[in-house]
């Protein structure tokens, strides 16, 4: 049973940085697209960016506009996603996949690879 933990939210302030960190336990991520996803209140869950096996391909929401870097260590079995220049449109619980969501960039894409979901972790933008 794989479980994912996302790490490293909090508050921070318009124009700070946060690098979130996501972990495996109870499995390995092996070969799938790894990528967060974000959730704001009243909101869907949107595409935030993902990232293949190898890190050849690597996929960003617009919304990002470059400030977002997704990476991985497959030893490690983390992803992390740094993000720099937060606005306080960025506020929003922000989730770890592997998978299926990751992989065809969309939450509920209900595809052949597993679908590994963390519980989610807070991020906030405010003064």
């Known amino acids: 049973q794989v479980q994912l933990e996302e790490s490293g939210g909090g508050l921070v302030q318009p124009g700070g940085s946060l690098r979130l960190s996501c972990a495996a336990s109870?499995?390995?991520?092996?070969?799938?697209?790894r990528g967060w996803f974000r959730q704001a209140p009243g909101k869907e869950r949107e595409f935030v960016g993902s990232?293949?096996?190898?890190?050849?391909?690597?996929y960003y929401a617009d919304f990002t506009k470059g400030r977002f870097t997704i990476s991985r260590d497959n030893a490690e079995m983390t992803v992390d996603l740094q993000m720099n220049n937060l606005e306080p449109e960025d506020t929003a619980v922000y989730y770890c996949?592997?998978?299926?969501?990751?992989?065809?960039?969309?939450?509920?894409?209900?595809?052949?690879?597993?679908?590994?979901w963390g519980q989610g972790i807070q991020v906030t933008v405010s003064s």
């Open positions: 109870g499995g390995t991520f092996g070969t799938y697209y």
């Open positions: 990232i293949s096996w190898s890190g050849a391909s690597v």
């Open positions: 996949n592997v998978g299926a969501g990751a992989t065809y960039r969309i939450p509920t894409y209900k595809g052949p690879e597993p679908d590994y």
